[in-house]
């Protein structure tokens, strides 16, 4: 957005000429309750007048504030207050001013978010930015935003060297993009099962040198269950020996394959 948004002072214009600007409205109208802010208008007044753009025609064009709109709509108001913005503003701002406003009413939900910071980051271009207009860390921005919050350095990357999903669980663990792009290089030739043990190690400490996360990663592997399939005979004779041997079965296998390793040198 181009500066903050400021207002004229609150005018009263006949509700027949505010119409909602699609192109901008930040949130799909859920009429989900419509009735309950209805009564609430109608019993205590309207709190937050919409706020409008006014056209060349005369008439004026929804930023934020849809839904009092609609409630205003239903208890047959014919004029209601609004405030109208100072300049002409252009779709993208028109809706992220729309999107600020609905955060800050809390009235968007998970999905909508994601959306909301999407396209702030692509129309501001800079994930910092977005989060600023909406008065949100970066951090918050990164874990409702999707692939476009990450940094065009990082994106370049894809799909040669990481996924887009890879790109953007490292640009969440690891928010400085240069150092995020180094580990990306060394991980390029990695599985996609190895690539997801290293982010399991990163995300426990993301400053880590890169050997330090490798072992942890490998440690991952080393500690993965396996499933023995036995027969039936097998599996009488084993719960059997844990009997005797008093001990859980978990600890006779793990015994039981240990022995057979060092037995054969692999230990």
Same mark, same amino acid.
């Given at each position: 957005m181009k500066g903050s948004l400021v207002f004229h002072k609150n005018e009263t214009v006949p509700i027949s000429k505010v119409y909602v600007w699609d192109e901008v409205e930040a949130r799909k109208l859920n009429s989900e309750g419509i009735k309950e802010l209805a009564d609430s208008i109608r019993q205590e007044g309207l709190q937050n007048p919409p706020v409008v753009q006014k056209t060349k025609d005369g008439k004026y064009k929804l930023i934020a504030g849809q839904r009092r709109l609609e409630a205003l709509r239903r208890i047959g &108001? $014919? =004029?209601?207050?609004? *405030?109208v913005v100072k300049r002409p503003y252009n779709d993208d701002d028109a809706k992220a001013v729309s999107i600020v406003e609905n955060l800050h009413r809390k009235q968007m939900n998970s999905t909508e978010m994601a959306e909301a910071c999407d396209f702030l980051v692509k129309s501001m271009k800079s994930s910092k930015k977005a989060a600023t207009a909406l008065g949100i860390s970066q951090q918050t921005l990164r874990s409702y935003s999707g692939f476009n919050s990450v940094p065009e350095? *990082?994106?370049?990357?894809?799909? +040669?060297?990481?996924?887009? =999903? +890879?790109a953007l669980r490292l640009y969440r663990i690891v928010p400085k993009v240069d150092n995020a792009v180094e580990i990306a290089n060394k991980i390029s030739k990695y599985s996609t099962v190895a690539k997801k043990r290293y982010f399991d190690a990163l995300s426990l400490d993301p400053t880590a040198p890169h050997a330090t996360i490798r072992r942890m990663a490998n440690h991952f592997r080393e500690k993965q269950n396996v499933r023995i399939k036995l027969t039936k005979q097998q599996a009488k004779?084993?719960? $059997?020996?844990? &009997?005797? =041997?008093? &001990?859980e079965p =978990? +600890? *006779?296998? &793990? $015994?039981?394959?240990s022995e057979w390793l060092s037995k054969k040198g692999y230990k």
């Open positions: &108001t $014919k =004029n209601i207050p609004v *405030l350095k *990082l994106q370049r990357l894809v799909p +040669e060297k990481i996924s887009r =999903n +890879e004779g084993f719960s $059997k020996a844990a &009997t005797d =041997n008093s &001990t =978990n +600890e *006779l296998a &793990t $015994k039981i394959i």
